[in-house]
């Protein structure tokens, strides 16, 4: 089936359609995903690494939800940064940040993945979640994340990926098919949001072949641990 070409959102814009939907996209975030968003970003912490005063860089942050999570409780992050085009998605997040005390450990500046304004092997830990399958050129972001981590540092992404059980991934089509639309465009009013999103898990390269990619890119001992049956998962990878 042809998909129809205006409501195909070109990844290149997609931080617009974020900025458009930013005072919503909390709320959405945990009803389209009937709260397990949270139990996702929260899955990373046993994956960061354990040494003390990190600095840690989270790309496509948007609310700040992945920095905060991270932080809060751990005081072996030093510091941490945010990087994220859509201003009005930060604008938020800087308003989380101060809310939960962590001011003085997190900051968020406006950014592309594809071309971070870091100097080489900074950063301990880098992480991206539900942000790559967003990023025009991957592999480009990709060598940004690997150029940025320093040896021996570790990458973390989390990303949507389809289940295996055909039982589930039939639910999960429909699921991305119907509920997640029409649900989307009732609270955000923005249809092509919520169509995007279902373009993006449906093409993004998960699980095997994602892994082969972190593999050309340079990264080494990757290993994707699946969550939820594998609706998402979580790629751990070292540099
Ligand atoms: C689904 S949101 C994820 C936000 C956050 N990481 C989370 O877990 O809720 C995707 C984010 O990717 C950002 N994004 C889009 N293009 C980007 C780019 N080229 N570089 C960095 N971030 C980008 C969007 O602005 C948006 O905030």
Known sequence: MEIDKNLVLP???SWKMFNAIAGRYDFLNRLLSLGQDVRWRRALKKFMPETSGQTILDLATGTADVLIVLTKNNSKIHRGFGVDPAVKMLEIG???IQRAHLDDRLMLQQGDAQALPFLDETFDCVTISFGIRNIPDLRLALLEMYRVTKKGGRVLILEFSKPENPLLK???WLYLQTFVPIVGFIFSGNFKAYTYLNQTI?????GDRFCKILKQMGFVDIKP???????ATIYVAQK
């Open 202 to 206: 449906q093409t993004f390269p998960y």
């Open 11 to 13: 990844k290149s814009d």
């Open 94 to 96: 800087t308003k989380k």
């Open 170 to 172: 039939a639910g999960h």
């Open 225 to 231: 641990h699946p969550l939820m049956g594998g609706a």
